[in-house]
């Protein structure tokens, strides 16, 4: 039962609404199928599959709110968790900060998040995808480690005022590692789709291949300021920093890179290269995503960066009414433009530099100014005149996405990726930083 149609949906939570003796009543469901490969030394060690559903009922009386969730829906179970939430929302404090719910609202036609093809694939399906993966590893005399996982899903909300939403999706993951046997070389790849199809396991797993054999046996540069090049897969866990930072409330309290003296922001500042547009579009077909929010608000294409100036803050809806502005919520999905180069063209135009396959551990250093630092791992790499010369010792960086992206010489095409941070999906390009600093070495691979 762990997929609901529309219809559904509606009927289910229709008949939860129905035992709502609330001022106000919101309904949220959600739930998915997901199943999984995980596999080490060149093996496959766990497979599973889950199933998961999940009401929760959010009852409101005043401006005191009670929530309570439940996975069993029949009709003793929905009265009880909505009594339950009802006696929750009568303990509770008043929320100063409390918001009605929204009536009915008029979203946008949703892009393919759904692909059926995706949804049904089979055990043998996934077996064999792995299989690929496994074999460029034996034929490459490597190590392999990897999980690859597809997932169908749903949401939907309903309150007491007639608003009504819902979507469903299917992705489809694969994290990959390979290391040489005697551990000294590593490389990695990782790819997100939501068409199965797209998923060539074998491609990507020999990108990680060549950067496993290529980086054995790496030199030590002496840590500094170097031009970089970032593949997505190392770009993402920085400007995710920045795109998921650019919230109002945080920018007008003073706590925020944002934020101004007197109260003021940073907002319609330019404040990165004007090559930078960075969006959210729920209809982007490589990106596709769900067109509401979770409190129901619609979500629209949003420029969030355009040729380097901030032009967009989330707003809170309890924010919004305070500032007396329109509410925004938060992105759907990120996009950033690219350019028309391939990786190899950015590689080809470098006279010195170093190639970044991966940045993990990713940890703040100073949120006022966005300074993070992490580690290179899984294939890094000597650029000179326009060539691959050698492998390099990692290293710790010590970097700001503002001043990255102010040190910005060329962007690539833009492609899919998964941050290693937070797991989630963007569309960005690969990009040839000047003056990125590395603080440190590190003896990891």
């Known amino acids: 039962m762990a997929i609901l149609t529309e219809e559904q949906a509606r009927a289910l939570m229709k008949k939860a609404l129905s035992y709502s003796k609330a001022d106000e009543c919101m309904i949220s469901l959600n739930g998915g199928d997901s199943a999984n490969i995980r596999y080490a030394r060149n093996s496959v060690s766990t497979s599973g599959s889950v199933g998961r559903n999940s009401l929760a009922v959010s009852s409101a009386f005043g401006k005191k709110l009670g929530i309570a969730t439940i996975n069993e829906f029949d009709d003793a179970s929905l009265e009880k968790v909505v009594r339950r939430s009802e006696e929750l929302a009568q303990l509770a404090p008043e929320n100063p900060e409390y918001m009605p719910f929204l009536g009915p609202q008029a979203y946008d036609a949703p892009g393919k998040t759904f692909v059926q093809s995706t949804a049904d694939m089979t055990p043998k399906q996934r077996a064999d995808m792995v299989q690929q993966s496994l074999q460029v590893a034996k034929d490459s005399n490597l190590t392999a480690a990897g999980f690859l996982e597809n997932s169908t899903g749903f949401s939907a909300i309903m309150n007491s005022k007639g608003l009504f939403a819902y979507n469903a999706g299917t992705d489809i993951n694969l994290s990959v590692s390979l290391r040489t046997q005697d551990g000294t070389g590593s490389g990695y790849a990782t790819r997100g789709f939501n068409d199965a199809s797209k998923m060539d396991t074998l491609a990507f797993t020999k990108i990680a291949a060549q950067k496993a054999s290529r980086s054995s046996g790496a030199k030590a540069l002496e840590p500094g300021k170097y031009t970089v090049i970032l593949e997505p897969a190392a770009g993402i866990v920085l400007l995710e920093q920045l795109y998921g930072s650019l919230d109002a409330r945080s920018a007008d309290e003073g706590r925020s890179f944002l934020s101004l003296p007197g109260g003021k922001t940073r907002l319609g500042e330019k404040l990165v290269d004007e090559r930078v547009n960075i969006y959210s579009d729920a209809s982007n077909p490589d990106l596709p995503a769900q067109t509401w929010a979770g409190d129901g608000q619609p979500l629209k294409k949003v420029n969030w960066i355009e040729k380097g100036v901030v032009k967009n803050l989330s707003y809170s809806r309890y924010w919004a009414q305070k500032k007396g502005v329109p509410s925004m919520p938060g992105p759907a999905n990120i996009i950033m433009d690219g350019g028309t180069q391939s990786l190899e063209d950015l590689i080809k135009s470098t006279e010195k530099g170093i190639l970044v396959t991966r940045l993990w551990y990713i940890r703040p250093v100073d949120p006022k100014t966005l300074l993070y630092t992490g580690l290179t791992r899984d294939g890094t790499f000597y650029i000179e005149n326009g060539?691959?010369?050698?492998?390099?010792?990692?290293?710790?960086?010590?970097?700001?996405?503002?001043?990255?992206?102010?040190?910005?010489?060329a962007l690539g095409k833009s492609e899919r990726t998964i941050s290693g941070e937070s797991g989630e999906n963007a569309l960005i390009p690969p990009m040839k930083i000047r003056d990125f600093t590395f603080s440190s070495l590190s003896d990891a691979v």
């Open 387 to 409: 060539q691959i010369k050698f492998p390099v010792k990692n290293f710790r960086f010590n970097e700001s996405p503002i001043i990255m992206l102010n040190n910005l010489e």
